[in-house]
């Protein structure tokens, strides 16, 4: 399927409200052009509530890392050892565009944890994550 991947991070299938704005359209192939602009981003959540809490909002989580991982933002995730938090691998164009989405994960809106987020750009890589190395100016 043809999707375009915007500046906030959402997707356009070609429906709904904002639907081909061109203002919005970060590319035609989402994937490969953030790969090719790419810094990458080490999001740490640490809990600030109860694991209780936590679970009760994890469905929501859930779908909202599925969401960036379809378009291609997010790379790698999962909890932290011993769990009092989690990170996240993700890939973007600047910093805004990683705190924007980082702001409606269900767990930050309900101020259910923390942000850190560290960015870097990426100058080894193993060849799975290739596509996401920074190369240098000739």
Not at 19 to 30: I, V
Request: hydrophobic share 40%.
């Amino acid at each position: 399927m043809d999707r375009r991947l915007f500046v906030d991070g959402g997707l356009d299938s070609g429906a709904g409200p904002g639907a081909g704005d061109p203002r919005r359209c970060l590319c035609a192939t989402g994937r490969l052009l953030i790969a090719m602009m790419s810094i990458m981003f080490i999001l740490e959540l640490t809990y600030t509530a109860p694991l209780d809490r936590i679970e009760a909002a994890h469905p929501e989580h859930v779908a909202w890392l599925d969401s960036h991982y379809e378009s291609g933002v997010f790379i790698a995730s999962g909890p932290k050892d011993p769990r009092d938090g989690a990170v996240i691998v993700a890939v973007g164009v600047d910093r805004t565009q990683i705190e924007d989405i980082a702001k409606g994960d269900p767990y930050s809106v309900a101020g259910l944890a923390e942000y850190t987020i560290t960015n870097f750009r990426a100058m080894r890589t193993s060849p799975a994550l290739e596509e996401y190395r920074h190369q240098r100016p000739a």
